[in-house]
C-alpha cells in the first residue's frame, strides 16, 4: 500500500490535478452551505429560490478560492520536491505554511505569519492522520502466526477424549474378522465355503497312485486253446 506522498501523481500533473479537485471540492461544498444558508433567510415562500439563487452566487467564487489554494499548494509542494530531492511529509507542512502567509502576504506581516503557522499546523494534522491510519491498515499484515501446543502426553493428531486418530462424530473403525483355522476346515463352515476341497487332492493321492499302478502291471492274453 503506497504512502500518500508516493501515490500522488508526478509532479507536474500534480498541479492541475489539485487544483481541479479542490475547485470540485469547493463547489460541492460551498453549493450545500449556502444553499442551507439561503433557505434560512429568505422569507417564506421563497425559501428555494432564495436557496438556489444563493448557490448560483456563491458557490463558484467559493470553488475558485480552493482552487486557488490547492494550485498554490501544488506550486509549493512541487519546489519542495526539486528543492530536497525527496517526497515526505515535511513538504507538505512546508507548503502548507507557504500557501497560507502567500495568501495572506496583503494584510501585512503579522496576519502573514498567522496565517501561514495556521497552515502548517493544519497540514501537520493531515499528514500525521493519514500517516496513522496508514500504519493501523497495515499493522494486521504483521501479525506472528500462531501455532498450537501439543497437550502433554498426547499423540499428535489426536482428540482429547479420543484414541489415537479418531475425532469427534467418526465411527470408529471394526475389528477384522478372525480367520478359520486349518483344523477346523471339516465344520460346516469348511463344508459350506469349500473349506474341506482345497484338501481333498490329499487325501486322495493314494488311491491315485494305486490307480496309476494297476495300469502298469501287464494283464495276461487270453488264449483260445481247449484244455
Not at 456563491?58 to 480552493?66: L, M
Not at 499528514?127 to 497495515?138: D, R, S, W
Request: with cysteine.
Amino acid at each position: 500500500m503506497g504512502t500518500p506522498e508516493t501515490s500522488r501523481e508526478p509532479c507536474p500533473d500534480r498541479i492541475l490535478d489539485d487544483i481541479g479537485g479542490a475547485f470540485g471540492m469547493g463547489a460541492v461544498g460551498g453549493s450545500a452551505f449556502h444553499f442551507i444558508k439561503g433557505v434560512f433567510n429568505s422569507p417564506k415562500g421563497e425559501r428555494l429560490v432564495g436557496g438556489t439563487q444563493a448557490v448560483r452566487m456563491n458557490a463558484p467564487r467559493v470553488g475558485g478560492s480552493f482552487a486557488v489554494w490547492g494550485g498554490l499548494f501544488s506550486a509549493f509542494d512541487c519546489t519542495m520536491v526539486y528543492v530536497r530531492q525527496k517526497e515526505d511529509p515535511w513538504n507538505s507542512i512546508i507548503s502548507g505554511a507557504a500557501t497560507g502567509g502567500f495568501l495572506q502576504m496583503r494584510q501585512g506581516f503579522g496576519p502573514a505569519s498567522r496565517a501561514a503557522l495556521l497552515g502548517g499546523v493544519l497540514l501537520a494534522l493531515i499528514e500525521g492522520a493519514g500517516i496513522m491510519l496508514n500504519k493501523v491498515v497495515t499493522a494486521p499484515q504483521n501479525l506472528p502466526i500462531m501455532t498450537e501446543e501439543p497437550v502433554p502426553g498426547m499423540a499428535p493428531g489426536s482428540f482429547p477424549g479420543y484414541p489415537a486418530g479418531q475425532f469427534p462424530g467418526m465411527t470408529p473403525p471394526t475389528p477384522p474378522a478372525p480367520e478359520a483355522s486349518s483344523s477346523g476346515s471339516s465344520s460346516w463352515f469348511g463344508g459350506l465355503f469349500g473349506g474341506g476341497k482345497k484338501q481333498e487332492p490329499a487325501a486322495n493321492s493314494g488311491s491315485k497312485t494305486e490307480i496309476l499302478e494297476s495300469f502298469d502291471t501287464p494283464t495276461p492274453m487270453p488264449t483260445f486253446e481247449y484244455k
